[in-house]
């Protein structure tokens, strides 16, 4: 049993969305224990208000204990800056749950709250892995090939970077598309601005032949943006600033051709008869494009394992997220990381 | 009578494409002379294949004066390296169509081939503009709102830069988007991973307070990847390693949408139908998505007009970016970039 400590306060649609996803985790995984923290009173009035089926479901998983709601008395308002919340609120929920993994009570934590204000607890209580320069949010990009996600890392925790975070980000990238996406031997991309080793900015230079002599991992050198999304890729490495902007960017364009289809096939009473007609194919779309799907974005290189979801997700997104959480925790991949890390460094020290 | 120089050997589908293009926009324009630059025979034995409608407008065109021929006797092929191509071959069709704008003898060049080429050959026979540090090449984006494409530079040519570039590119992408896209006061956006001014990499650090302080733009601070499609920047500047990335990703997302929905859409008879019915709602979506329709990326900076428009142009993204070429030259982009950059010293120097 995977025991997954689940921020009920996180997300722009927090509590509700997330206690529903958690009930949804709770009664459909069976390998999997949610424990909600939260402030008590609202969750609890989240789940009275629950539909019948769902609260009768929620009822089951409580009586059976695949659910349970650990109180958290403070809550971190999303406006306040990370280290802030950190500091002055110790029993928000954010920092009671990583508590509960810190301390060996959970084995995942699950949050859609502010990434930087998890990102600065799990720091704080989970301390990053021993060797780690650090620690990234990995992205999951959607690409053509169905089951086979992009890991883009790091995607926005840290700007200015060395050539020697971006190895180990490879590495630890490399770990999580093995163990959660299945990937044998995942592919790894510097993204440059052209295939060729001499194309790139100064950190690429650097970068490049570290990659080529990391031996852990499958290093096919230089990408481009034109590979985002091809499925060529499995892990693809960047500053946290590239990253970032790669990440929104797609998804500004994604959401604009998004609603020009909308607007395209609304255009006439005729286009929506055919576009309603249409409808599960236009949903099928929405669904491979959508990165719910893939369980958010693991913080890697901390001791634990911590996944964060889009603010804006769905009850979908939280049980997708617990999934991922699950699989993270399942396989350790945060054990694994640590192993690789220290192998690499030995590897390095060694070939001195 | 705007004269423009137009590279008949460049991109993947040169000349046929370049040459169909030359035919329609000199036809069609009532303000364009078209210079087909290349080798005389290849044209040629195009113009004869042409289908009978647009031979007989192409042989019009010829006797009215609007469309020319002139020789190139060299090739540039695409997988040179640009210096290696402009330096062994001063006669191919883009050293020669650049003679053609450095003698005064065309407006504007405009070319599909290899953008390191062309800007290697522009730098070396048109000069940049005195007082430039780099010129840049400056894509434009499509977004949400219909004839407010997003101007992007730099998007390939600068990796490593300096935050004076990014000024002078936020003031020659103002004049761009005035000029051509006649937005009045373009609103600026330096590209960032969020809108506070704390946040961003050290170029964004240095560069924010010198836009902030630069009196000829319209700079609204940072933005980030969610406004690329939004329409509520006119004028995105980063350094060209961001630019490329960003660019090629946005490429690559749009494309991966696309086929999910062709596939999706096809995926049954019944449905193949329905998609047959909805064709001209999907193609109104292409058209809206389509960079071709908005003629190009000017290379800024540099004395004289310059468009390089994607390598895989068909006829439609020629003709647009001819049209992108008239109106540069028309408006003299490159005389009030020249006039801009040089306030923009002088004011500078007078503040000191």
Known sequence: ?????????????????????????????????VLLVGQMSAIQAELEVLPKELKARAQSAIEKGSLEIIHAPEVAEMDESAAKTILRKPDCSINVAMRLVKEGRADAFVSAGNSGAVAASAMFTLKRIDGVHRPAIAMIIP??????PLVLLDSGANCDCKPEWLVQWAIMGSVYSQQVFNQKEPVVGLMSIGEEECKGNQLVHDTYPMLKEAKSINFRGNMEGHDVCEGTVDVAVCDGFVGNVILKSVESVAKAIGSWLKKEITA?????????????????????????????????????????????SSHKGIYHAVRAGVAAATNDVSGLIKKSIAEYADGAETSK
């Open 1 to 33: 049993m995977v025991r997954i400590a689940l921020d009920a306060m996180g997300g722009d649609f927090a509590p509700k969305q997330v206690v529903i996803g958690a009930v949804e985790a709770a009664t459909e995984m069976s390998d999997a224990k």
């Open 143 to 148: 690409t053509k090939v169905p089951g086979k």
């Open 268 to 312: 006439t009473p005729f286009r929506k008869i055919l576009a309603l007609l249409l409808k599960p194919a236009f949903k099928a779309l929405k669904r491979q494009m959508d990165p719910e799907m893939y369980g958010g974005a693991p913080l890697l290189g901390v001791n634990g394992t911590v996944i964060i979801t889009h603010g804006n």
